[in-house]
């Protein structure tokens, strides 16, 4: 077998370790949080080493993500299966060890907020179940580390409307353009802008995937009933 750098170590019995300790590290502050437990586990001691011991805040930040990112893949929403699925591909493909390996770390290193390495280790989740593309795992991921908090809250919104994800439906002359933060929502990635006539918005594939499987790790809803759920970007116009 191919010999691993730490950093696929880490991701490696990240993925295969039994541990979670979610709920735990969203109420620890950063300058406490590797004391204790935390500390003893094995790829906390790998990533302390990686730093050569030296940890400041942005360091100690990055730790802390990386660990709820992995923790919440062990919080129930992977079967053994799909995790030895992962574990022989990542041991067997350097390639895909590589990018996986620099995708997780890179993305989790950059996020500000902690929620965001909870909906990516979902969106991870999703692509690990066949429910979305190793390509769209990808490219929803890069949209969730652009993405303002706000932009989710939302996805929320137009989420709970009937039929949902169309914005007119949220309410009589609703346009997405004009509502507090709707430029958010847009350049996104996860909305389409229609500057027909009805000067509204709906929410695209990616969108809805993000809702289900990344917001709400829902993935008892298959990818056809994802494709039935987002709204035809036609169904803003009138007939002429």
């Known amino acids: ?16 370790s039994n541990f979670e300790l979610g709920s735990e590290l969203f109420e620890v502050a950063i300058d406490s949080f590797l004391e204790g437990i935390i500390k003893d586990i094995p790829i906390v001691k790998i990533l302390i080493g ?4 030296v940890l400041g805040i942005r360091e100690a ?21 799909e995790k030895l699925n992962f574990i022989k591909k990542f041991d067997e493909d350097s390639d895909f060890r590589q990018k996986v390996t620099n995708h997780i770390m ?5 996020f500000i907020e902690d929620e965001k390495s909870i909906y990516f280790a979902n969106l991870l989740a999703a692509h690990l179940k066949g429910l979305i593309t190793y390509n769209e795992y990808f490219e929803i991921s890069l949209i969730l580390e652009t993405c303002q908090m706000k932009v989710f ?5 137009f989420a709970s409307i009937t039929p949902p994800f169309i914005g007119s ?8 353009e004009q509502s507090p933060f709707g430029s958010l929502l847009i350049s996104s990635g996860l909305i389409i802008s229609n500057n027909g006539k009805f000067g509204t918005a709906t ?14 790790a ?23």
Do not use: W
């Open 1 to 16: 077998m191919e010999k691993k750098s730490n950093l696929e170590t880490v991701v490696r019995e990240g993925v295969s």
């Open 50 to 53: 990686f730093y050569k011991g």
């Open 61 to 81: 930040n990055q730790i802390k993500k990386i660990m709820l990112f992995f923790s919440q893949l062990h919080s129930g929403i992977l079967n053994q299966s």
């Open 106 to 110: 890179i993305l989790n290193d950059r």
């Open 153 to 157: 809250n939302m996805l929320e919104e």
């Open 169 to 176: 439906n949220i309410g009589e002359g609703y346009v997405i």
């Open 203 to 216: 929410v695209n594939f990616y969108g809805v995937c993000f809702y289900y499987y990344a917001m709400k």
């Open 218 to 240: 829902k993935f008892d809803i298959t990818r056809t009933e994802i494709k039935s759920l987002t709204p035809p970007y036609y169904t803003l116009y009138e007939s002429s």
